[in-house]
């Protein structure tokens, strides 16, 4: 072995040994978990609800669990959903309830907020049409959600789905057209 072989072996071991001691990334603890489940809950929550009539959210109680940078495009995202609620009632759709719940597949800390990738389930309630209570409706929607630090606690910088494609459920929006 050559002198410049043996710096090279050297080196290279030496690297291995700096990078393989490096501090792994934080792990959230539970109190972190259900502190982000809560938040995501809440939000995904709201969005759904503004498909039922006389629902909608001010700019404030979206300001409590998204960044201000976001504010802007969820209130877009609502308008749409009010416009395609008011659009379906014409016809006799009426959307009484929903609900929903996540469960979180992945969670990463990052040096600037988090990452979360989450499975949602919801249904959804319809009101009766021409006297007969109408079919519930539910949906699995995997997306991935962006988060940062805000004081104590965390604020959502977005959503987005995790296997983007059409149709998106009937609380969805298309992210293309935002």
Not at 35 to 64: C, K, M, W, Y
Request: glycine share 6%.
């Amino acid at each position: 072995m050559t002198m410049q072989q043996r710096i090279t072996v050297i080196a290279v071991v030496a690297l291995l040994a700096v990078t393989s001691c490096a501090a792994p990334a934080p792990q959230p603890d539970a109190e972190a978990k259900a502190a982000v489940q809560a938040l995501i809950e809440r939000a995904i929550d709201r969005r759904n609800h503004q498909v039922v009539p006389g629902f909608s959210s001010t700019q404030e109680e979206i300001s409590q669990d998204f960044v201000p940078d976001a504010v802007e495009r969820i209130e877009l995202e609502y308008g749409q959903l009010h416009q395609r609620r008011d659009a379906i009632a014409p016809h006799g759709v009426l959307l009484t309830d929903s609900g929903s719940e996540i469960i979180i597949k992945k969670f990463t800390i990052t040096n600037t907020g988090a990452n979360v990738d989450i499975s949602e389930q919801t249904q959804l309630e319809h009101g009766p049409v021409n006297g007969v209570q109408g079919p519930s409706e539910g949906y699995v929607y995997d997306q991935k959600v962006e988060l940062a630090k805000s004081g104590e606690g965390w604020k959502i910088v977005s959503v987005s789905p995790l296997n983007p494609g059409k149709p998106y459920p009937t609380t969805v929006v298309d992210p293309d057209t935002l």
